[in-house]
């Protein structure tokens, strides 16, 4: 059964490559890194469970924390074109 | 396997990518895909840091990159046979090197053999570590961790220097230039 979960997270993964590649705009890109940070967390669990060694699942929290960190900065980045964008400073500016 | 084929794809796709946020995203996904590789070659703690460094650090940095620079990478000036030749020599040179290696998991490979027996047995006794781990790295190899937190800490003092550095000199310069900066 994990063997059959694990072919379709691959199969999934391809087609979320295939989207990042292809993507037109950006933002299908962001959506398709982060679904392949999603995921790898599921294979990271799927495979754990596959060789009888689940205690690796506390890696997937590091890895979905990650994920939050890249995609927000990436959409911040692509929104504000700037990392370091404090909202409060820009409107007392304007 | 099929991971690596699609890790092979993403690479060719950055190399191809002339978008550079699209580079920084196929980079964010190759250093996913490469920490899967690591799990399933039951090497997690590297794949843990490939997950943070790769996939959570360098995407911020190269964000900041881009914002000192800009979107588009510039056209290719010219073919160029030369580096080409270049690295496709190490790059046999490096298969050529594998070749001799020991099969992948044997237990009597060289590095199983030489110094690992008398860490798994002794070093609790020895240093009182209850994590084998942390016994090899903080305390057989403490000289040699020292030194890659020295080599760190400068590394990481010389990029904060140059960057106060630039900082201080775009200042008198007023707002011009920081728009310039922001294309």
């Known amino acids: 059964m994990f063997a059959v979960a694990a072919v379709a997270i691959l199969a999934s993964l391809a087609l979320a490559i295939a989207r990042a590649i292809a993507g037109p705009t950006l933002f299908d890109r962001v959506l398709a890194g982060n679904t392949v940070g999603t995921l790898a967390i599921l294979l990271l669990a799927v495979f754990g469970f596959l060789t009888g060694r689940p205690e690796f699942l506390d890696l997937g929290l590091t890895y979905g924390l990650l994920n939050l960190i890249g995609t927000l900065a990436v959409l911040k980045f692509f929104r504000y074109g700037d990392l370091a964008h404090d909202d409060d400073a820009g409107d007392r500016a304007r | ?183």
């Not at chain 2, 996939?55 to 881009?66: H, K, N, Q, R, W």
């Not at chain 2, 890659?148 to 900082?167: C, D, K, Q, Y």
């Open chain 2, 1 to 183: 396997m099929a991971l690596m084929t699609l890790l092979a794809i993403t690479t060719i796709a950055i190399v191809r990518q002339r978008n550079l946020f699209g580079v920084v995203i196929l980079a964010g996904i190759y250093s996913f895909l490469m920490a899967s590789v690591l799990i399933v070659l039951d090497a997690v703690d590297v794949a843990m840091t490939e997950a943070s460094v790769g996939a959570g650090i360098s995407t911020v940095v190269l964000l900041g990159t881009l914002h000192l620079t800009g979107g588009l990478e510039l056209e290719r000036p010219r073919r160029a046979l030369l580096p080409l030749f270049s690295v496709a020599t190490v790059a046999a040179v490096l298969v050529w090197g594998t070749l001799s290696l020991p099969p992948f998991g044997t237990a009597d490979a060289p590095i199983h053999k030489h110094v690992a027996p008398r860490y798994l047995e002794k070093s609790v006794e020895e240093t009182n570590v209850p994590n084998v781990v942390t016994a090899v790295l903080a305390d057989y190899r403490g000289y040699d961790t020292l030194g890659e937190t020295a080599v760190i800490f400068t590394a990481g003092i010389g990029v904060m220097l140059l960057l106060r550095r630039g900082r201080g000199r775009r200042k008198p310069d007023g707002a011009a230039d920081d728009t310039g900066a922001a294309k």
